[in-house]
């Protein structure tokens, strides 16, 4: 049973003394995959393209990067530095096939009903954490070890992430300054979550 209480406390403990660098590398992916991912009429046609085509092709490596960082971060010794962040580039090839396999697998799920595409993402939701343990790793072997080692924590996991919904309201009210200490609470507890399936 996977108790949500100590996992949020384990990461409270552990970004003691590391918000700083948390905020920091966070921020920094956020921002990257923000401006690349977004697009609007505002722009033309070609822009449009260019942006979405950047999110594509840097969304993977960076969502890679971020894993190591808080897989990092969640050791004794704080290993978690910022190059962190950076480090899936020895495999982008394999964290841009990864991406856009979850997308196209994800996506087809949506299509049919919002359900099935919510579970899709739930089971595959381990891939990057488990791709940044061991880059050896091939796709399929990635995609298979999440849906494995998400069997039966699923809902676990969705309730995880529904915790942090009263978080997030408090943080519009700080017109998303909030969002600065919330976002990584959120991400290192998803961390944490990881570690502590893997052990079971």
């Given amino acids: ?8 406390s384990n990461s409270k403990d552990q970004l003691r003394g590391n918000w700083g660098l948390a905020i920091i590398t966070i921020l920094v992916y956020s921002l990257i ?6 697009s609007d009429s505002i722009y ?19 969502t890679l990067g971020i894993s ?3 897989l990092n971060l969640t050791k004794k010794d704080s290993s978690a530095k910022f190059t962190d962040l950076f480090s899936g580039f020895n495999v982008y090839f394999k964290t841009l096939g990864l991406n856009i396999l979850l997308g196209i697998i994800i996506g087809i799920g949506t299509i049919f009903l919002v ?4 579970i899709f993402a739930l089971m595959f939701s381990q891939t990057f954490f488990i791709l940044s343990e061991d880059n050896e ?6 995609l298979s070890e999440s849906r494995e080692m998400m069997i039966g924590y699923k809902f676990d996991y969705f309730v995880l992430m529904l915790s942090f919904l009263g978080w997030w309201l408090v943080s519009a009210l700080t017109l998303g300054i909030g969002a600065l200490w ?7 507890t998803e961390a944490n979550f990881y570690l502590e399936i893997k052990s079971k």
Avoid: A, H, T
């Avoid at 790793?137 to 990635?142: E, T």
């Avoid at 919330?182 to 290192?188: A, G, I």
């Fill in 115 to 118: 359900v099935p595409g919510l």
């Fill in 137 to 142: 790793k091939g796709i399929i072997q990635c």
């Fill in 1 to 8: 049973m996977i108790i949500r209480r100590e996992l949020k």
């Fill in 68 to 70: 190591k960082f808080l």
């Fill in 44 to 62: 033309n046609n070609n822009i449009e393209i260019i942006l979405d085509l950047s999110s594509l092709l840097l969304s993977g490596v960076l």
């Fill in 182 to 188: 919330v976002y990584p609470y959120q991400k290192l």
């Fill in 33 to 38: 995959i923000s401006i690349f991912g977004y």
